[in-house]
C-alpha cells in the first residue's frame, strides 16, 4: 500500500516538475521573443546567401585553405548584399516611398473614389432588406473599427519591434557567422545531447532546414515574380505609380493568402477608380497570377513539406501579427510548418518516424575531442 502511495507521489510530482519547467521554459522565450525572431530571420538570411557561399567556397585558390576560401566567400557574398541593398534604397525604396505618398494624397483626393462610393451605395441599396439587415450601418461600422484597430497593431508591433537596434544589427551578424561556420555550430549543438539522441537531432535540424530553405527562396522568386508581372501589366496598361504598386505586390506576397488578397484588393480599387472595365481586367489577372502560383509554380518551388491548411496558416498569420507585427506575418508561416513537424516525430508518429531516419546520420557523427574538426 505505502509503495503504490509513493508511487502515486511520484508521479503526481514529476507531473508538476515538467509542467514547471515547461512554464519556466515557455516565460524564458517570451521575454527573449525579439531576439528568437532575430536568429529567425538571421536563419532566412543564412539559407538566401548559403548555395553561393558554398558555390564560391568549391573554387580551388592555390595556397589558400578551405577556412580561407570560406571566409573569404562570405566577405565577399555580404559586401555584394550590402551594395544591392544600398542601390535598392536608392533606386527603389526611396521611389517606393515617394510614390506611396503621392498615392495616398491623390486616393483622399480623388472625387472618383466618391463616385465610387456612390455605385457601392446605390448597388448596396437595391439589395434585399433581409441580406440589406444582415450588414445595417452599425455593422460595417463595427467591422470598420475592428479593422483598423487591427492595422494600427500590426503597425504598432512592427515600429515596436523595429526600433530595437540591436536585434536589427544581429540579424546580418549572426547570417555571417552561420554562413562561415554552420557545421561546426551543427555538430556543437549535437554535441550537447545525449548519444542517443543525437541520430534523431541531426535528421531533424536537415529536415527542419530543407523546410526553411524551400520555403525562403520559393516565396523570393514568387515576390520577385508577382512583383515583376504586376509591374509589366499596369505598365502596359500606363496605369500611375507603377513602381509602388509593383513592389507593394511583391513584397506583399511574403505573406500566405492574407497578403496576395490585401495588395490584389488595394491594386482592383486603384483600377476601378479609372473604368469598371479595368478594375475587372486587373480581378482576372490577380486571379489568374494566384491560380498558376498555387498549382503549378509554388508545389515546384517549396514542395508538400510547407503545406499547411489555410485556415491554420490564416490562424498563426494573426497571431505573428499580433507580437511583432508585419515581421511576424512573414515567419509565421514557416514556424508553423516546423512545429507540426516536431508534434508529428514525437507524438503523432514517433516510432515510424525515427524508423525513417536517413542511415548517412550515424556516420555523421561529432568529432574526437582530440580531432580538430573541419567543415566542409
Request: aromatic share 10%; charged share 20%; glycine share 6%.
Amino acid at each position: 500500500m505505502t509503495s503504490k502511495v509513493e508511487t502515486i507521489i511520484g508521479v503526481i510530482w514529476g507531473f508538476f516538475v515538467r509542467l514547471a519547467l515547461l512554464a519556466g521554459l515557455v516565460y524564458a522565450l517570451y521575454q527573449a521573443r525579439s531576439i528568437l525572431v532575430a536568429v529567425l530571420l538571421a536563419v532566412m538570411l543564412t539559407y538566401v546567401v548559403l548555395p553561393l557561399v558554398n558555390s564560391l567556397s568549391a573554387v580551388r585558390v592555390r595556397g589558400w585553405s578551405y577556412k580561407s576560401r570560406r571566409f573569404w566567400a562570405c566577405v565577399l557574398v555580404f559586401v555584394v548584399l550590402l551594395a544591392l541593398t544600398g542601390v535598392a534604397v536608392q533606386y527603389i525604396v526611396a521611389p517606393f516611398v515617394h510614390e506611396a505618398s503621392d498615392l495616398i494624397q491623390t486616393v483622399r483626393k480623388a472625387e472618383s473614389f466618391e463616385s465610387l462610393s456612390k455605385q457601392f451605395s446605390g448597388w448596396f441599396n437595391r439589395l434585399p432588406d433581409d441580406i440589406r439587415d444582415l450588414f445595417g450601418e452599425k455593422e460595417k461600422d463595427q467591422a470598420w473599427d475592428a479593422l483598423k484597430k487591427w492595422l494600427l497593431r500590426v503597425v504598432g508591433s512592427t515600429v515596436a519591434w523595429g526600433k530595437n537596434i540591436l536585434d536589427i544589427i544581429l540579424i546580418p551578424v549572426l547570417a555571417f557567422y552561420f554562413a562561415l561556420d554552420y557545421r561546426s555550430l551543427r555538430r556543437e549543438f549535437v554535441g550537447a545531447l545525449p548519444k542517443r539522441r543525437r541520430k534523431e537531432a541531426l535528421y531533424l535540424l536537415r529536415h527542419v532546414g530543407g523546410i526553411l530553405q524551400n520555403y525562403i527562396i520559393g516565396q523570393l522568386i514568387l515576390c520577385l515574380i508577382a512583383g515583376a508581372v504586376i509591374g509589366l501589366v499596369l505598365w502596359g496598361l500606363e496605369m500611375d505609380y507603377v513602381l509602388a504598386l509593383a513592389v507593394f505586390a511583391g513584397v506583399t506576397r511574403a505573406i500566405p493568402i492574407i497578403g496576395p488578397i490585401i495588395s490584389g484588393i488595394a491594386i482592383v480599387v486603384l483600377g476601378l477608380f479609372r473604368s469598371s472595365q479595368l478594375g475587372m481586367f486587373l480581378l482576372g489577372v490577380f486571379s489568374l497570377l494566384q491560380f498558376v502560383e498555387s498549382k503549378f509554380i509554388l508545389p515546384k518551388l517549396i514542395g508538400d513539406r510547407m503545406r499547411l491548411h489555410p485556415a491554420v496558416i490564416i490562424i498563426v498569420l494573426l497571431i505573428g501579427s499580433e507580437f511583432f507585427g508585419i515581421i511576424g506575418m512573414f515567419v509565421a508561416a514557416p514556424v508553423a510548418a516546423i512545429l507540426r513537424e516536431l508534434i508529428r516525430f514525437y507524438i503523432i508518429a514517433p516510432r515510424n518516424r525515427r524508423e525513417e531516419t536517413d542511415p548517412q546520420d550515424e556516420a555523421i557523427d561529432l568529432p574526437s575531442p582530440h580531432v580538430r574538426s573541419h567543415p566542409m
